[in-house]
């Protein structure tokens, strides 16, 4: 039985980091409905994956032709849509984390499947933050809400692969703790 390719479907490379991590609960983002969601960060070096990631965009525009074209004569052209292949360079200057990188923005009405590297699941929530480097599964979709027409991104699954800097300056307690030092203990 041979198994079926779904076009719009990819899987990140081991070099991915998580950004946002909003996956164990969902948040609402502009009032909106909530969901769960994260920024995946990717490093330009990470061809396979960003040509995957350019591959499957085009898939879900052409699958998404009807809908993108929505009560218009016409379909929109690729480049004049929202696409969600960000470049971290650009839209994020200032960010360190974001350097020599793009970025992609996936969300989920429904919880994510979270597993460790021997697919085991992940349950401690400690586990997996942003700044830790996983793999994401993912699928892009043609939308057409409001006005907005686009190839928006959905999120399926994520498997940590190994532990990385905590994004965002939010210390780790076990990284607060690891000193017997209590100098400056209620001083």
Known sequence: MAKMVNPT?????????LSYANVWDPKSINGGATKYSVSLIIPKSDTKTIEKIQNAVQAAY??????LKGNGKSVPPL???????????????????????????ANSATVPGIVDADRQPIRERSEVYSGVYARASINLYAFNSNGNKGIACGLNNLQKIRDGEPLGGKSRAEDDFATEDDDDFLN
């Open 79 to 105: 480049t004049a849509i929202k696409t969600p292949l960000r470049d971290g360079d650009l839209e994020r200057p200032d960010d360190e984390a974001y350097k020599n990188s793009y970025f992609i923005n």
């Open 9 to 17: 479907k990819v899987i990140t490379g081991v070099n991915t980091r």
């Open 62 to 67: 052409e699958e998404g032709q009807s809908k």
